[in-house]
């Protein structure tokens, strides 16, 4: 038996809907679904109450479904896991014997604002007892987050009419000890008898500690070969306390490690593993749960439903892909005149990640509660890194083309100076700028709007208020946002056929692995850290791409002292004579930077106190820098220098 409803139901089982023949109840998103989809065995409500409470087993593709069940069906057992999963403090309790030392408290909003939080042991988190996704879940790791964490709670309490109260109940909440570890979601079911059967396992990542999103979930059959023997038997032993049977559950994870742990080496030991929450009737939200069509070839819900049991063994299976779901985020507040071109999106995927084989190219279905969906893809497992993955899912505005948008008027005047041929150069090049302060976010605008196609923003600084003065994403709007992302959306409001890629993270030689130097045309150094930037310099060598570095602007008030040079010819600039010695050093033979020539200005004697780490700066040097450096890429680029 089964039953759909809002708010999303995909095109892959639309599909499977109409060719097996099962049972759905003729609700009216199913009237609706089947006008589409010819074919659809729609039956009674009458009917399908018969079979549930016969003990047919049920699925369901959201949990708005449940409302109906819970007030039609007298099949007692069901009602009762239904309830139990939906009351994360009722289901805390009956785990607890797996994790006696997980602290919980339940209470009601009132309590929760009134909560003393001298005695809550940091971090925890906040969420609601009947809950669904991430609504209204929140992470506090002090007691100014727990403030605000309570401020934003009190607004989303007041959207919650969007679900019915059995799928988010904002009338008590549940505070628990933050677990900390590898998240993983699990499409599972128990059997006729209470066995643990295991569908599909997505790891579930974040950016950090803050991110509570669902934005990032990925499998493989590498990572069900080696999981599902461990968190099968967790599964065993937890249903001795729950007592699930003929039940489907999407259920949340995490594997606590140890230092420099791997995640699938932990969950060995299932004292590691610890349960979040059980999702009842339903495998994993909007599309993820096609994943398993995917990436295994089952339909997870037919295996549920016809009591097919996978198995995972088998080495000679794993096909070195990773198949992965990836939420896009929308923006946070629409242009008028703009709409989400799904052309673009796949244009800009492509040139960025060509490896990508999407799983299946149509549209989805329109936004659903602020989030737009990614189509399915593979990849090479040796290629997938969760960095790139976020750089691909923040900021929606790179995709929201202007309705009447005329690209060609938007370079008129450029063409008349380079040519088309010049022109064309830009839009295959992709550049990565690296530091989006004062010098490199005007860098980054003046490539954008010069038509260069791809631009990877890197730095995981974020808008301060002291950065009004010279950057061009600084405003008292975009104070306290990540710097990456405000660049991404002026970019997409310059030029909307520029692809952006966000990495928000600094550039250290730790991490060099994870960029891709011999995919850039060109590399833009606007970094500040030395030890950064020669390992920037060295890994462009390594490469042979083009790199172009800046050296000091701070203390400085002319702008025309700015020259082009090898860093071999370089004088006066302290930074430009510390990177001469370790590039000298390292047998680097040259380096085309800018630098000043322009002695650096002493603090006024007010300032003196001030820390001598930080420079003073004014508007007009740093940006001027910055056209400086977008300027000599360009023309690298196209061929148009002297």
């Known amino acids: 038996m089964i039953i759909i409803e809002a708010p999303y139901l995909s095109d892959l089982m639309a599909h499977w809907l109409k060719t097996s023949g099962h049972p759905v109840l003729a609700n009216d998103f199913a009237c609706q679904a089947a006008k589409a989809n010819p074919g659809i065995h729609l039956v009674s409500s009458e009917e399908a109450a018969q079979r549930l409470d016969a003990g047919e087993r049920l699925y369901t593709n959201s949990e708005n479904a449940l409302e109906w069940v819970l007030g039609n069906t007298c099949n007692q057992p069901l009602r009762d896991s239904i309830k139990l999963c939906k009351d994360k403090a009722a289901m805390r309790a009956k785990l607890a014997p797996l994790d006696p030392t997980l602290f919980y408290r339940e209470c009601s909003w009132d309590e929760l604002r009134q909560l003393d939080t001298a005695g809550l042991p940091f971090p925890v988190v906040v969420k609601p ?15 100014d987050q727990w403030k605000h964490a309570l401020s934003e709670l009190s607004e989303e309490v007041a959207k919650r009419s969007l679900y019915p109260q059995s799928v ?44 509570t999103s669902d934005h990032l979930y990925y499998t493989s059959h590498a990572l069900m070969r080696h999981a599902v023997p461990h968190l099968a038997a967790w599964f065993e032993e937890a249903n001795r306390f729950l007592q699930f049977a003929d039940f489907c559950s999407h259920v949340e994870l995490r594997v606590s490690l140890e230092a420099d742990q791997a995640p699938l080496e932990a969950m060995k030991d299932p004292r590691n593993i610890h349960v ?7 495998f994993a939200g909007f599309c993820g749960t096609d994943l398993g069509y995917f990436a295994h070839g089952l339909y997870p819900y037919q295996a549920y439903l016809e009591n097919q049991k996978p198995t995972w063994d088998d080495a000679s299976a794993d096909d070195g892909l990773t198949t992965a779901f990836i939420v896009l985020e929308a923006p946070s507040a629409q242009k ?17 990640a060509p490896e990508l084989e999407l799983c299946d190219e149509r549209p989805l279905n329109p936004a659903i509660h602020g989030l737009s969906g990614f189509p399915l893809f593979k990849v090479p497992t040796s290629h997938f890194s969760t960095t790139r993955a976020f750089g691909l899912s923040v900021c929606a505005n790179q995709y929201f083309a202007p309705v009447a948008h005329n690209e060609e008027d938007q370079h008129s005047r450029t063409r008349m100076l380079l040519g088309e041929d010049a022109l064309e150069r830009l839009r295959q090049a992709h550049v990565c700028v690296f530091g989006v302060g004062g010098v490199g976010g005007h860098a980054a605008e003046a490539l954008a709007r010069a038509g260069v196609g791809t631009i990877t923003l890197v730095d995981a600084d974020y808008v301060a208020e002291s950065n009004i003065n010279r950057q061009v994403i600084a405003t008292w709007d975009t104070i306290g946002r990540p710097k990456v992302d405000v660049m991404a959306e002026r970019i997409a409001d310059i030029n909307p056929h520029c692809c952006v890629i966000a990495r928000k993270c600094f550039y250290l030689p730790e991490g060099r692995q994870d960029f891709d130097f011999a995919s850039y045309d060109y590399v833009v150094d606007a970094i500040d850290t030395v030890t950064a930037k020669i390992d920037l310099v060295m890994a462009a060598h390594e490469t042979a791409t083009p790199i172009i570095s800046a050296m000091g602007a701070g203390n400085k008030l002319d702008p025309s002292r700015f020259e082009v040079a090898d860093i071999y010819s370089t004088s006066v600039c302290k930074l430009a004579k510390v990177m001469r010695k370790e590039l000298r050093a390292r047998n680097i033979p040259s380096l085309k930077c800018v630098y000043s020539r322009e002695e650096p200005l002493k603090p006024s004697p007010e300032q003196e106190g001030a820390s001598k780490r930080v420079p003073g700066s004014v508007s007009f040097v740093p940006g001027a820098m910055g056209l400086i450096l977008a300027g000599e890429v360009i023309r690298d680029l196209t061929n148009s220098g002297d």
Not at 130 to 136: A, E, L, R
């Open 129 to 143: 007892t009947v809950g669904f996704i991430s609504f209204g879940v929140h992470v506090a790791a002090n007691a």
């Open 168 to 211: 988010i109940d904002s009338s008590t909440f549940i505070v628990e000890g933050y677990i900390d570890g590898q998240e993983y979601a699990v499409d599972v079911y128990f059997d006729e008898d209470g066995k643990p059967v295991i569908l599909d396992i997505m790891q579930h990542d974040f950016r950090d500690q803050d991110d």
């Open 276 to 282: 979040i929450e059980f999702n009842p009737l339903r």
């Open 336 to 352: 008028p005149g703009r709409s989400f071109s799904y052309p673009l999106f796949l244009e800009q995927l492509r040139k960025t």
